[in-house]
């Protein structure tokens, strides 16, 4: 059995990992390659990469000199989720690729935040010159997790 903790816990390390460092890799693109709201089709009518800085929290919502609780908050929240890859109630195989998603995204944004002050955001969705917001993998993979886990606990769990 503490074999196949370990390899668990391995293979979590590894999945997490993989999110960072696609994240991170994408935005050290992006910065290096684009200049500030320089904006390059990839989908003509559907997406574009929209080079943007986020200071502040999700959908670009920002509270003056709180830069500390940008990175303190999601840190302290990060752990608690790590801590309940272990908890009874999230050992589905479900819940666990959810909370690893949301923990890689989670990382993957207070790095930015901890080097660079703000999140990079690019990817930019617009169907029928309708935009949403401009997000980064790290969020995407946050959403994705937290899709996955709803689903997970309200669906499959029954």
């Given amino acids: 059995m503490q074999g196949e903790e370990k ?5 979590s390390f590894f999945i997490v990992c993989f999110i960072v460092l696609i994240d991170q890799i994408s935005k050290i693109f992006i910065h290096q390659s684009m ?4 904006s390059v089709t990839i989908i003509p009518s559907l997406l574009d990469f929209t080079y943007i800085r986020n200071e502040g929290i999700a ?12 990175i303190v908050f999601p840190i302290v929240i990060t752990f608690y989720l790590i801590s309940l890859l272990r ?13 690893l998603l949301i923990i890689g995204g ?14 990079v955001d690019f990817i930019d969705f617009h169907i ?6 401009v ?6 993979s946050v959403t994705i997790g937290l899709l996955f886990l709803l689903y997970s606990s309200i669906i499959i769990q029954r």
Wanted: aromatic residues 18%; negative net charge; hydrophobic residues 40%.
């Fill in 7 to 11: 390899t668990k816990s391995i293979m």
């Fill in 35 to 38: 200049d500030l709201y320089q």
């Fill in 59 to 70: 959908f670009g919502i920002n509270f003056e000199g709180s830069r500390i609780f940008f």
């Fill in 87 to 99: 908890d009874k109630e999230f050992q589905s195989s479900s819940s666990q690729i959810s909370l």
């Fill in 106 to 119: 989670a990382i993957g944004n207070i790095t930015d935040r901890i080097f660079r002050g703000y999140v």
């Fill in 128 to 133: 029928n010159g309708v935009h949403w917001y």
């Fill in 135 to 140: 997000f980064n993998i790290a969020d995407s």
